[in-house]
């Protein structure tokens, strides 16, 4: 027991990537390179991809126009982060030959549309609430499928993408403008039914749900640390 006291511990240090490593074993050690895709696999590329072409632009729109510190920080970051994770993904599908779309859905370019209409604080406070919403929903889409797949450069990418996504969130929510109401994730779409799965890699969904609690108060703590040091860094310059 003590021992797997210990290896909490140090989870807790580690961040958002340890605990997602303990995610993973859940899965099984059969994963091999070059493993066919899962539907999965294909739309957490086709979902960054999808909410970099809106979350990117807006949020430097928002770090342009607003007059809130914390705002200006989160959108400038976001902004710039978005734009390498979107290079990521691009070549993550170019190398796995899937089609990534080349705009923003209806309702994102609805929600650009809504952000950019208002002004002041309005503005904010939309913008805060609606891009902290949509990290939520694709947050466990990554975690989930960083913990299932069977394809290597797939789970390379996740893991940036958790990462990424996590630091937005924490951003987002420093500047005390997000709603509890923007913190609910959508439920995933499919859901696997523990009972006929057994301990196969689609049956990691039966701890799945408690495991991502763990890694999103790990990595919570994790986004928490590195925002604090990252403040104290632009402080001293």
């Given at each position: 027991?003590?021992?797997r006291?210990a290896?909490?511990?140090?989870?807790?240090?580690?961040?958002?990537?340890?605990?997602?490593?303990?995610?993973t074993?859940g899965?099984?050690?059969?994963?091999?390179?070059?493993?066919?895709?899962?539907?999965d696999?294909?739309?957490?590329?086709?979902?960054?991809?999808?909410?970099g072409?809106?979350?990117?632009?807006?949020?430097?729109?928002?770090?342009?126009?607003t007059r809130?510190?914390?705002?200006?920080?989160a959108?400038g970051?976001?902004?710039?982060?978005?734009?390498?994770?979107?290079?990521?993904?691009?070549?993550?599908?170019?190398?796995?030959?899937?089609?990534?779309?080349?705009e923003?859905?209806?309702q994102q370019?609805?929600?650009m549309?809504?952000?950019?209409?208002r002004?002041?604080?309005?503005a904010?406070?939309?913008?805060?609430?609606?891009?902290?919403?949509?990290h939520?929903?694709?947050?466990?889409?990554?975690a989930k499928?960083?913990?299932g797949?069977?394809?290597?450069?797939?789970?390379?990418?996740?893991?940036?993408?958790?990462?990424?996504?996590?630091r937005?969130m924490?951003?987002?929510?420093?500047t005390?403008?997000?709603r509890?109401?923007?913190l609910?994730?959508?439920?995933?779409?499919?859901?696997?039914?523990?009972?006929?799965?057994?301990?196969s890699?689609g049956?990691?969904?039966v701890?799945?749900?408690?495991l991502?609690?763990?890694?999103?108060?790990?990595?919570?703590?994790?986004?928490?640390?590195?925002l604090?040091s990252y403040?104290?860094?632009?402080?001293?310059t």
């Amino acid at each position: 027991m003590s021992s797997r006291c210990a290896r909490l511990l140090r989870a807790a240090t580690g961040g958002v990537t340890a605990a997602l490593m303990v995610m993973t074993l859940g899965a099984g050690s059969s994963a091999a390179q070059g493993d066919a895709l899962t539907a999965d696999d294909e739309d957490l590329l086709v979902k960054v991809r999808l909410a970099g072409l809106w979350e990117g632009p807006i949020s430097a729109l928002i770090a342009q126009r607003t007059r809130n510190e914390k705002v200006r920080e989160a959108g400038g970051h976001l902004s710039m982060e978005h734009a390498a994770l979107d290079g990521a993904v691009q070549k993550a599908a170019a190398q796995l030959g899937v089609s990534l779309p080349n705009e923003p859905t209806a309702q994102q370019k609805g929600w650009m549309d809504d952000i950019s209409g208002r002004s002041g604080e309005d503005a904010d406070r939309t913008y805060a609430n609606l891009a902290r919403a949509a990290h939520g929903t694709v947050f466990s889409l990554c975690a989930k499928v960083r913990a299932g797949t069977r394809n290597d450069i797939v789970r390379t990418f996740a893991q940036q993408a958790v990462n990424a996504v996590m630091r937005h969130m924490t951003l987002l929510e420093s500047t005390g403008l997000v709603r509890s109401t923007s913190l609910l994730v959508a439920p995933a779409a499919n859901p696997v039914d523990p009972a006929s799965e057994g301990n196969s890699v689609g049956g990691v969904t039966v701890v799945f749900g408690l495991l991502l609690g763990v890694a999103a108060v790990v990595g919570t703590f994790a986004a928490l640390r590195w925002l604090g040091s990252y403040r104290r860094r632009g402080s001293r310059t």
